[in-house]
């Protein structure tokens, strides 16, 4: 009938018809987009994960980790991470990249961070107990891509400065190192993407930890190249969770069509992301005796006890000790012969790694990439750096920065799972399931031109 009126009135080409059906198909998307917001906010459309059976290379079920993760991880390491003592990360936020000219800066006006003279800091602002994100005055722009470096001085103190040979920063305090308030700083999108953003992982995997190089690919370099695709699932995750939907009305959302796009359509990256998350609380668990004598001393009594408590709280959980006392079992790597080659070339990849975090043009992803970078680093050290001795709470040796990276990194991944867990069916039904779904658009978008060309 259209198509007849459309010839009568002397618009018989095909192209006008393409035109026409393009247009259903953008009216289509739009309903989708709306039915799938509606869908994604009623709690009754929630199902239980695809994933069943041992997360690859772990000692764990995918309903095991979803279950301890729910009850006893992440409840516990929400708390943690708000602590005085795990809210500050050191870092250098301003270096020139090693690898090439730093031309990658992000064009966006969040991304830069206004320097403020210490004459217009308000004495509120060195007591982040009492600091209201609105306080935030020296920043220009929008805020979510800048870094607030706001903070309490009392809470360095102490502790050895011993660098990490997994990682590239030093260790050692110096001008070139910020402190900053990470509850100020969450991660989530900021607007970095494209060419810049895309470089910094293409220089991660192809020249570091390529996908299973070949069929002799020993275990060392596939576990290094899951490590990585598990953290770059996560931080996609987190940039899902907290998109920026409409930035005229400063609207903030979920994103499901970006968590489907990025990690949920590849079975292997949410393997990936259980596998990293089990590979860093291995780490903890096995630094259990160390953690728990370690001094949380911010000069804040009370918090410092809560957060003492809240670390034993996590590490001898029965419920953690009785499922999963063993997430990951580190004993069957680096042997043989070669094993110590082997690990020294790992090491040196994992620190090119490491220094590609200072090629990322937006300071808030640099932040976040860094700190997160760091924790896993600290979580190789922990696992790698002993030689099979068994008293490691006596020989290891890890500085402040190193936990800080280590529990906040652990608290994202578990945040990833979390949502992938709760928000990842409703996704997969509506991008896969929906009469008006991404691919069944495609789909019928391709028949219609199909059909067009042949009349």
Known sequence: ??????????????????????????????????????????????????????????????????????EVLNPSLQELVKTPFFRYFKAKLWCDCPFWPDDGMCKLRDCSVCECPISEFPESFKKPNRLSKNDLVCQEGKPQAAVDRTLDSKAFRGWTEIDNPWTNDDETDNDEMTYVNLQLNPERYTGFSGPSARRIWDAVYSENCPKYPSQESCQEEKILYKLISGLHSSISVHIAAEYLLDEAKNLWGQNLTLLYDRVLQYPDRVGNLYFTFLFVLRAVTKAADYLEQAEYDTGNPIEDLKTQSLMKQLLYNPKLQAACPVPFDEAKLWKGQSGPELKQ?????????????????????????KLQVHGLGTALKILFSDDGRQNLGQTLQLQRNEVIGLMNLLNRLSESVEFVRKIGPTAERIIEGHPFSYKTLIRSWKRIQSYVLRT
């Open 1 to 70: 009938m259209v198509k007849k009126e459309i010839e009568k009135k002397g618009y018989g080409s095909r192209w006008v018809w393409m035109v026409f059906a393009l247009i259903v198909v953008f009216i289509a998307i739009a309903m989708s987009s709306k039915t799938s917001q509606k869908i994604a906010s009623c709690p009754c459309s929630r199902g239980t994960p695809t994933y069943s059976g041992m997360v690859e290379d772990c000692c764990c079920d995918y309903e095991t980790v979803d279950n301890l993760n729910e």
């Open 345 to 369: 070339n790992i090491q040196q990849q994992f620190r090119n790694i490491s220094a590609l975090m200072d090629c990322i043009g937006c300071e808030k992803c640099r932040l976040w990439g």
